[in-house]
């Protein structure tokens, strides 16, 4: 069983591996679990996201200030619809939750982090477009 945390109520949903995960809802709030879009977390979800997802997460970290975070937003958001179902993106403001992303060592911004497993498996700073961004997150996993 594969567990997958809702991106909209952090709901942990067990999803059996061969039922296809991109069609599947939160058995709490009804939502897709896989929308192409970029879950938007904070402190709280971004630790249940980590912890409990059978499949890697990958973090933004951002802020709305930051002229180069708003230039990869987009690219960000590209990517989720090519990486969905087998990985899970996500986006965390480090205004909103600064305890969050100091806990994982944000120094710049935009900073992303691939987790597998709760571990951090990769981390790459700096706006990337969609294409450099899902070649890099291959590469990570191998």
Known sequence: ???IVCPNCAAVNRVPPERAASSARCGKCKVALFSGEPAE???ASLARH???NS???LIDFWADWCGPCKMMAPEF???AVALEPQVRLAKLDTEAAPSAAAAHGIR???TMILFR???ELARQSG???AGQIVQWLRDALG
Do not use: T
Request: zero cysteines; aromatic letters at 0%.
């Open 127 to 129: 706006a990337m477009p």
């Open 1 to 3: 069983m594969l567990e």
């Open 41 to 43: 977390l904070d402190a």
């Open 50 to 52: 980590i912890a409990r």
């Open 77 to 79: 958001r590209k990517a």
């Open 55 to 57: 499949i890697p997460v």
């Open 117 to 119: 497993n709760g571990q």
């Open 108 to 110: 710049s911004i935009p």
